[in-house]
């Protein structure tokens, strides 16, 4: 029987994300150094999607595993979160469907880090990517 | 003197100058010894970012950076190469003692393959070796 898609963002999503960072070898290997805090994904905000406050997710990762991660909606959910990652949703989407490599996109400016310590970010660059690759693991249904 | 880092007119609009000068910002507040690294060095590195399709001009004057979108002025060394591979000047294991990249190191290795394979490619290398040296301990994040 086939693994039924979970709709993105949401709760059940975010908890299969956790799920697929913590059976991720590369997140294990490249993030075991990394004892930094937090990381949050935010989906720019757009009615017409119902994106209204902003949908983001907040994984607690340290030491190459995610202890546990939050759907939250606005960003004032993520304030104070050391890493803030901020993209409309079709990168999101193309990133999670594996289209786009996120490290590439962020070097575009197109995936944007408006919190967070730059130099930290380009010492863990695989890590990065492998926690952000975890995604195209779910299995996802878009809302268009 | 302080250093100064400075985006040129339009350069902000470019992601990779603009993450370039916050990564020299970043790296000469957390580590005041590479003051003295900034303070020596003279001239112009492009750096080309070939799948971005993006270029970005760092012209280093007397502790201060200007940081230009496109290739400005003659470069004295021009390193042109995929955007990760020249970001990994950041993450080059340098020795410790001379400042120097690491062959050892894992990123190190990676980046001299590349420039063997000539996937990586670097202009004006060695009539500007110092200032190649300094630019890579600047952008060191490990160092």
């Known amino acids: ?62 030491e190459g595993v995610c202890r546990g991660a939050r759907h939250v909606h606005g ?28 490290i590439k996109a962020m070097m575009e400016g197109k995936l944007k880090m408006t ?4 130099p930290t970010m380009l010492r863990f660059v695989q890590s990065s990517r492998a926690l952000v690759v975890s995604a195209t693991r779910v299995p996802t249904e878009f809302p268009h | 003197m302080e250093p100064c880092i400075v985006l040129a007119p339009g350069a902000a609009e470019q992601p990779m100058a603009g993450m370039l000068a916050q990564l020299i910002r970043a790296n000469l507040d957390e ?6 690294t900034l303070a020596r060095m003279r001239g112009r590195v492009a750096l080309v970012f070939e799948d971005l399709g993006q270029a970005v001009t760092l012209r280093f004057e007397r502790g201060r950076v200007t940081v230009d979108a496109g290739i400005v002025g003659i470069p004295d060394v021009t390193l042109r190469a995929e ?44 009539p500007s070796l110092p200032l190649v040296a300094r630019l890579t301990r600047l952008l060191s994040v490990t160092a």
């Open chain 1, 1 to 62: 029987m086939g693994v039924s898609a979970l709709p993105f963002p949401s709760d059940a999503w975010t908890q299969a994300f956790a799920d697929a960072v913590n059976a991720s070898e590369d997140y294990r290997r490249y993030g075991k150094p990394w004892t930094f805090g937090a990381v949050a994904m935010v989906i720019e905000k757009d009615a017409s999607l119902g994106f209204d406050p902003e949908p983001g997710m907040i994984l607690d990762v340290h």
């Open chain 1, 75 to 102: 960003l004032e959910a993520v304030e104070g979160t050391p890493f803030v990652i901020v993209a409309p949703y079709a990168m999101w989407k193309e990133v999670i469907e594996g289209e786009r490599d996120p």
């Open chain 1, 115 to 118: 919190t967070g310590h730059l």
């Open chain 2, 31 to 36: 580590r005041p010894a590479k003051k003295a």
């Open chain 2, 83 to 126: 955007s990760e591979l020249v970001l990994a000047l950041s993450r080059m294991e340098l020795e410790p003692r001379s400042g120097l990249p690491d062959p050892r190191g894992e990123v190190t290795r990676q980046v001299l393959d590349a420039t063997r394979e000539g996937s990586r490619e670097v202009h004006g290398l060695l």
